[in-house]
């Protein structure tokens, strides 16, 4: 079948990861800062074994619709730490930390021009596992990508992850597509896995993994990186995607 949508992942994929030690620390001392001013007396030092793993542990339930997962995450460590934040004070420090972590992790340099050709004769979606939607609109919103999609689809809107492969529904809903003639282009296993599950063609764009993407951990020798074991076409870099499609 003739591929009519190409559906993109964000972060490694159109945003390329930088130096993610550095993220880290960005993200940690931020965090640490906003805290203080509201009553944190710890050590920064305790703070971080605090938050080790903060996006790994289990998401908060139940949900509170009126809080992203990110925002529930955050109020839940401020419980531990004996903090009493306002749901206003806690959407403020999620806004400062998500952007100090992402001044490390740049636009894709091929990313625009590639979207902008393929959109000329495809549908195109984004579907991006993240606990802070807001974050991530205001970035499309920022590097001017918005205009290229046709659907958006966060984790945390929809109420699933990859690799669930339900994550995609929305999105084909709303492209007009069927799985046969989409191809979904990500750069982890969680990617793959989802796109096959849904009957999607992955693709994976393969770049060297500069250290720990995925979570904020106190111990970097156990900061495992996610690699990719399925057999799956590879592309390394988007540009490949405009002699593949157009």
């Given at each position: 079948m003739t591929i009519n949508g190409i559906f993109f992942d964000l972060y490694g994929t159109l945003l390329v990861y930088g130096n993610m030690d550095a993220a880290?620390?960005?993200?940690?001392?931020?965090?640490?800062?906003?805290?203080?001013?509201?009553?944190?007396?710890?050590?920064?030092?305790?703070?971080?074994?605090?938050?080790?793993?903060?996006?790994g542990k289990s998401e908060p339930t139940p949900r509170q619709h009126n809080m992203t997962v990110f925002e529930q995450r955050i109020q839940n460590l401020c419980a531990d730490l004996k903090l009493n934040l306002t749901a206003e004070d806690i959407t403020e420090i999620a806004n400062k930390i998500a952007s100090a972590w992402q001044k490390h992790i740049p636009l894709d340099a091929e990313?625009?021009?590639?979207?902008?050709?393929?959109?000329?004769?495809?549908?195109?979606?984004?579907?991006?596992?993240?606990?802070?939607?807001?974050?991530?609109?205001?970035?499309?919103?920022e590097l001017g990508l918005t205009q290229f999609f046709d659907s958006v689809v966060i984790s945390a809107e929809?109420?699933?992850?990859?690799?669930?492969?339900?994550?995609?529904?929305?999105?084909?809903?709303?492209?007009?597509?069927?799985?046969?003639?989409?191809?979904?282009?990500?750069?982890?296993?969680?990617?793959?896995?989802?796109?096959r599950a849904a009957g999607i063609a992955p693709i994976l764009i393969q770049r060297e993994n500069e250290g720990n993407a995925f979570d904020f951990s106190v111990n970097k020798d156990n900061s495992a990186e996610k690699e990719v074991t399925l057999d799956v076409k590879t592309i390394t870099k988007l540009s490949e995607l405009t002699t593949q499609f157009v």
């Open positions: 880290w620390s960005d993200w940690l001392n931020a965090f640490y800062g906003r805290l203080k001013s509201h009553g944190l007396t710890c050590s920064i030092e305790s703070f971080a074994k605090s938050c080790d793993r903060f996006f990313a625009r021009h590639v979207l902008q050709t393929l959109h000329r004769s495809k549908k195109l979606a984004l579907i991006s596992n993240f606990d802070h939607p807001p974050h991530v609109r205001s970035v499309l919103s929809v109420g699933v992850k990859k690799p669930d492969p339900r994550i995609f529904d929305s999105a084909l809903e709303q492209t007009g597509m069927q799985p046969a003639e989409v191809v979904y282009v990500g750069d982890t296993e969680d990617d793959t896995e989802a796109a």
